[in-house]
């Protein structure tokens, strides 16, 4: 029999921005990670993978 297992991990990085306010900020880093200058990595790993059979 055949399986479809899943594994999904959670990557947190913090990120200083300067801007006018929390919304002005969110779519600044948003921006920058869309155009790969905010990179997430292995280094940046908590906790555990999720790993479930569909």
Request: hydrophobic share 45%; charged share 35%; with cysteine.
């Amino acid at each position: 029999m055949k399986y479809t297992i899943v594994i999904e991990e959670i990557l947190q990085k913090e990120v200083a921005v300067e801007a006018k306010d929390a919304d002005d900020a969110i779519s600044k880093v948003r921006a920058l990670y869309r155009k790969g200058e905010i990179v997430l990595d292995a280094g940046d790993f908590i906790g555990e993978p999720t790993i479930i059979c569909k």
